[in-house]
């Protein structure tokens, strides 16, 4: 029998270079980066009425570079980060480390987080779904790793350009079943039946969260389990 592993290994490494490959130039992008107060401001708003008061346990899946995990753990809470890129990661503690907090930060598949037994009161992924081969596994699995009472809070969107400044992604992204984003419709669909309560908080009208007008669908969906 032919062990069907490879190909999975294939698009594993092959996503993994593409994200390492975009680490070092992640943060030019005003919404990555969150260099510019009043983009680094309205982020910290929304997070700030997102994430109850604390300090709570949160896992930033697909955390990238660390910029919401650094707002997070500012605000008091105990982060966990986790990143299948390993550059990702490196820029995630090089800034939290630079800022003089504490996060913990892993390499690992975001869509099942090497975080063991423990649960969480908030689970973040933001700009991740659309990445994933299998992202309603993914949502399954983040709900079971929420304690009692915890909120899934998901920022997506449908993207005018799926890749990083203009790359195209990785080899047969087409397959992807979320590729170039997903609707808030489609996506409160998917997650209702797993979690208490949903609701959708649009953020296309805010351009200060992108740096800028955007014309896309970009959006928040906030469940509680």
């Given at each position: 029998m032919t062990d069907p592993s490879p190909a999975p290994a294939a698009a594993s490494a092959a996503i993994t270079d593409y994200w390492d490959a975009a680490a070092s130039a992640f943060d030019d992008e005003p919404d990555h980066g969150l260099r510019a107060d009043e983009t680094r401001n309205a982020w910290a708003g929304l997070l700030h009425s997102w994430v109850p008061s604390g300090p709570l346990d949160v896992l930033d899946a697909g955390c990238g570079t660390g910029s919401l995990s650094l707002l997070l753990a500012e605000a008091g809470h105990r982060v966990t980060g986790v990143d299948l890129a390993p550059r990702m990661i490196d820029e995630a503690?090089?800034?939290?480390?630079?800022?003089?907090?504490?996060?913990?930060?892993?390499?690992?598949?975001?869509?099942?987080?090497?975080?063991?037994?423990?649960?969480?009161?908030?689970?973040?992924?933001?700009?991740?779904?659309?990445?994933?081969?299998?992202?309603?596994?993914?949502?399954?699995?983040?709900?079971?790793?929420?304690?009692?009472?915890?909120?899934?809070?998901?920022?997506?969107?449908?993207?005018?350009?799926?890749?990083?400044?203009?790359?195209?992604?990785?080899?047969?992204?087409?397959?992807?079943?979320?590729?170039?984003?997903?609707?808030?419709?489609?996506?409160?669909?998917?997650?209702?039946?797993?979690?208490?309560?949903?609701?959708?908080?649009?953020?296309?009208?805010?351009?200060?969260?992108?740096?800028?007008?955007?014309?896309?669908?970009?959006?928040?969906?906030?469940?509680?389990?």
């Open positions: 503690r090089a800034k939290l480390t630079a800022a003089g907090l504490a996060a913990r930060f892993l390499v690992g598949d975001a869509a099942n987080p090497p975080t063991g037994d423990q649960r969480f009161d908030v689970l973040l992924s933001r700009h991740l779904v659309w990445t994933l081969p299998d992202p309603e596994a993914a949502l399954r699995e983040w709900v079971t790793r929420l304690r009692p009472g915890g909120r899934l809070v998901l920022i997506e969107g449908r993207w005018r350009e799926a890749g990083q400044q203009g790359v195209p992604y990785v080899p047969e992204a087409e397959s992807l079943p979320w590729n170039g984003g997903i609707g808030a419709e489609a996506l409160a669909a998917t997650v209702r039946p797993l979690v208490a309560d949903v609701r959708v908080e649009p953020l296309s009208g805010n351009p200060h969260l992108w740096g800028g007008p955007v014309t896309d669908e970009r959006y928040a969906l906030i469940g509680r389990a």
